[in-house]
């Protein structure tokens, strides 16, 4: 019936392929470690705004058209979370990043590092890890590292978001000395501590500064004195909860509806609504990350 060679049988051969288990072992992958979300635990989408069903009037003040900027934000990145059927509960953020890396898990178990198949804007991470690079303009290493950069996010923007120091300035060798570097190129995240020392490619680089472990993120949490407001029956409050789960003793929980509290959140367009004490600053929504969090606050 079919004349195409992709339906004439010639491509598998049941025997060859399926009795065998050591054949049938080389037709897929190896088996996958914990992190990697099963049919039992779906990336779902995140299809829903902040704001509610007023999203299209917030911050409208009646007089001009609304827009779904104001409503849903100006970034087209989809935002997903790892859920467990058959109630779709949070488990954990689905986040975007370069190949090898993981969403962070509260599971205990230490696992093989794998990519979760989309990622991000480079030039964003760039921006929200605040980048030192130490470099020495007769290094070959440095002159590499450089241009992946320039390559990635161009010229302009690597010297706007990215802080240069050549290592012929004394002063610039004493400061990588000062952060443990020994040579050059030497690439410093003032966002996660993070150091990278040689020439490595940029997914790469950008991957292991991107990296931010329980105790950092621990001391940031407990930094910021963050405060949460929230309301019944909000699932997006729900999430925050547990994905703060391991950091609740840093965090004061505040009913955002009751007489004692209301007042605080009087012009709050939803919730969670989340404030850093030491900061002043806030957000409001689920955060896709405890790392965005972070960020938003400091």
């Known amino acids: 019936m079919y004349s195409s060679p992709e339906y004439n049988n010639n491509l598998t051969s049941s025997y060859n392929d399926y009795n065998t288990p050591s054949n049938y072992n080389t037709l897929f992958a190896k088996k996958l470690p914990p992190t990697v979300p099963s049919m039992n635990f779906p990336v779902i989408l995140e299809q829903s705004n902040i704001y509610g069903y007023d999203a299209l009037t917030h911050n409208g003040d009646g007089t001009n058209y ?70 020495d303009k007769n290094c070959e290493f440095s002159k590499k590292t450089y241009q992946a950069m320039v390559s990635a996010i161009g010229a302009e923007n690597l010297n706007k978001y990215v802080l240069l120091k050549d290592v012929a300035d004394k002063n610039n060798e004493q400061e990588l000395t000062n952060f443990g570097g020994y040579a050059v190129p030497f690439i410093v995240s003032r966002t996660t501590n993070n150091t990278v020392t040689g020439f490595m490619p940029l997914d790469q680089i950008i991957s292991t500064l991107a990296q931010q472990n329980a105790s950092q993120e621990a001391a940031m949490i407990q930094k910021l004195g963050i405060v949460i407001y929230t309301m019944d029956n909000c699932q997006y409050c729900n999430q925050l909860k547990s994905m703060l789960q391991d950091y609740a003793t840093f965090i004061t929980y505040r009913n955002g509806l009751s007489p004692e509290f209301g007042k605080d959140v009087a012009n709050v367009a939803g919730f969670p609504h989340i404030v850093s004490t030491l900061t ?18 400091q």
Do not use: H, W
């Open 280 to 297: 002043g600053k806030s957000m409001t929504g689920l955060p896709s990350s405890i790392q965005q969090l972070i960020n938003s606050l």
């Open 66 to 135: 609304y827009t779904v900027g104001s409503g849903y934000g100006k970034t087209c990145t989809p935002n997903y979370y790892v859920a467990k059927c058959p109630d779709n509960k949070f488990i954990r953020s689905f986040l975007p990043g370069p190949e090898g890396t993981v969403s962070p898990s509260a599971c205990p178990i230490n696992n093989e590092l794998v990519s979760e198949g989309y990622a991000s804007d480079m030039l964003t991470q760039i921006k929200n890890l605040n980048l030192v690079f130490y470099f």
